[in-house]
Nanobody, 126 residues
Framework: QVHLVESGGGLVQPGGSLRLSCAAS????????MAWFRQAPGKEREFVAA????????VYADSVKGRFTISRDNTKNTVYLQMNSLKPEDTAVYYC???????????????????WGQGTQVTVSS
């Protein structure tokens, strides 16, 4: 069993930055690829970014490529999402997610996720 807790959401102006964190329980965190998804009101949950167990491989949605960076610290059982140049369309609840796999591409599909966090709200507005 893996327990995920997100933090770091909030209200930010367009063009601003936020860093989300996801703390994971379990001693096998380093063996799991991790992902971030988001869900805006009235829309389906969509993939944002994923990272392999080692942190050497990452995958991004086209909509965030070049603006968002996913990273992880296996000594702290934590994965991060650095979000820069935020836009109003980035407004959503952001979820941390994982499954028992080492590869980033394997957690890029919502249907493959085994564990979800509770989510953290990000609002981009002036």
């Amino acid at each position: 069993q893996v327990h995920l807790v997100e933090s770091g959401g909030g209200l930010v102006q367009p063009g601003g930055s936020l860093r989300l964190s996801c703390a994971a329980s379990g001693r096998t965190f380093g063996n799991y690829a991790m992902a971030w998804f988001r869900q805006a009101p009235g829309k389906e949950r969509e993939f944002v970014a994923a990272i392999s167990w080692s942190g050497t491989s990452t995958v991004y949605a086209d909509s965030v490529k070049g603006r968002f960076t996913i990273s992880r610290d296996n000594t702290k059982n934590t994965v991060y999402l650095q979000m820069n140049s935020l836009k109003p369309e980035d407004t959503a609840v952001y979820y941390c997610a994982t499954r028992r796999t080492t590869q980033a591409v394997d957690v890029a599909l919502r249907s493959r996720i085994d564990y979800w966090g509770q989510g953290t709200q990000v609002t981009v507005s002036s």
